[in-house]
């Protein structure tokens, strides 16, 4: 079965670090993009950083540009998202997700963590 499960969600202050991890499986990883997503309550869904398969290239929100920093590890099927300097309006549910570009096939999503920043 395929699995992406986020975790290392939490409270934290203003100003504070959080590290979530995705633990992806069932599907060849070295082939999939990775994105993190978020939903705040009553907001759309926003795109907040992805990391390629390919050159590990990175993409960021500019919300989060130069606060969160996202890397994967091939050798353990990970990626993970280094939030530094997070704010109130970072809170939300946080999942991550796999695209495969340039070959038809299915986008795979986890369950998410939450993330609540208190001010």
């Known amino acids: 079965d395929v699995q992406l499960q986020a975790s290392g969600g939490g409270l934290v202050q203003a100003g504070g670090s959080l590290r979530l991890s995705c633990a992806a499986s069932?599907?060849?990883?070295?082939?999939?993009?990775i994105g993190w997503f978020r939903q705040a309550p009553g907001k759309e869904r926003e795109g907040v950083s992805c990391i390629s398969n390919s050159d590990s290239s990175t993409y960021y929100a500019d919300s989060v540009k130069g606060r969160f920093t996202i890397s994967r590890d091939n050798d353990t099927n990970t990626v993970n998202l280094q939030m530094n300097s997070l704010k109130p309006e970072d809170t939300a549910v946080y999942y991550c997700a796999a695209r495969r570009f340039g070959v038809p096939s299915p986008d795979y999503r986890g369950q998410g963590t939450l993330v609540t920043v208190s001010s």
């Open positions: 069932g599907f060849i990883f070295d082939d999939y993009s």
